[in-house]
């Protein structure tokens, strides 16, 4: 049962992966639209699932609406626009290498805002794990961020970083009043209201895209179905069998499948500070979750 799941966990850290280089490979659409189409996909998909889920439930969400509009905002509709919008200015390994970074984040925000206890050793995964991200934004050369800004993209990433942290911290809080399907429903339909507006406003600027152009479809369509859906799906599937603790420290892989999926598919360069980097950032991030947990 566990090669099983270690081996549904292969194929979600793939998914995850190609949401990144799918991103990357369709950035000629702006950061709401490919934001947007990927969740008014992925609500159509989810709405069979979880919309009588959250109607029986609606009690509950009414009672923490406000936990839940944080999480909206938060960890789909700001998250989402900060990584497609870095992906317009930095490499999909940059993204994948910073994105590793959010359970550190996450533990600093638990420890302030939930007064949860982490030793010595978690500290120093957490610098680490911070560390290891300031050499790869730097190229290798820390010293440099003294002197000049690091690359848009890698400032937009500490935006998603940031998101998904307080996403995380309000799951570990709020999540357990919700059935699974029903909750991420709710929040991917709200993300879609609450983008709507900025949609409108981003088309009205730009022009209307052509999203079914060569193979922009096909990228939002993935985006909708496999990292919104069916890579969730998996994720818990294989959570119920090794547990929290061992599941987000294969997501540290991450990294890995990216870059050799940026380098052979999208034909990015890969170059030594950012493997170094991605090395420091999972071994800090491993050290501090797997002591938590």
């Known amino acids: 049962m566990q090669i099983k799941a270690y081996i549904i966990l292969f194929f979600v850290i793939v998914v995850y992966s190609g949401n990144i ?17 990927r969740f008014f ?21 009414l009672k923490h609406k406000m936990a839940l509009l944080v999480m909206t905002l938060s960890g789909v509709t700001l998250f989402s626009i900060f990584i497609y919008s870095a992906l317009r200015f930095t490499s999909s390994s940059n993204v994948a290498i910073l994105e590793t970074v959010i359970p550190a984040l996450t533990v600093i925000l638990s420890v302030c805002f939930l007064k949860e206890y982490i030793s010595k050793i978690q500290w120093l995964g957490v610098i680490i794990s911070i560390f290891g991200a300031v050499w790869v934004v730097s190229e290798g050369k820390p010293g440099i961020l003294f002197n000049s800004l690091p690359n848009i993209g890698d400032l937009l990433m500490v935006g998603a970083i940031f998101s998904w942290a307080v996403y995380s911290v309000f799951v570990k809080r709020y999540i357990h009043h919700f059935k699974l399907f029903g909750v991420v429903w709710f929040m991917t339909g709200t993300s879609v209201l609450l983008l709507l507006p900025a949609l409108v406003i981003e088309w009205s600027v730009f022009g209307i895209p052509d999203i079914f152009g060569a193979n922009k479809f096909i990228g939002l369509l993935y985006l909708g179905v496999f990292p919104s859906v069916i890579a969730l799906l998996l994720y818990s599937r294989a959570v119920s069998v090794l547990g929290a603790g061992k599941a987000s420290v294969m997501l540290n892989l991450l990294p890995v499948f ?30 501090t979750v797997k002591l938590k947990n």
Do not use: D, W
Not at 21 to 37: D, H
Not at 50 to 61: D, M, T
């Open 21 to 37: 280089l799918v991103g990357k490979a369709i950035n000629e659409l702006l950061p709401v639209t490919i934001a947007f189409c």
């Open 41 to 61: 996909i992925a609500f159509i998909i989810l709405t069979p699932l979880g919309a009588l889920q959250a109607y029986n439930n609606r009690h509950v969400y």
């Open 258 to 287: 990216t870059m050799v999926g940026a380098y052979f598919l999208l034909g990015e360069a890969v170059s030594f500070a950012q493997i170094i980097g991605s090395v420091i950032v999972i071994f800090g991030v491993s050290m």
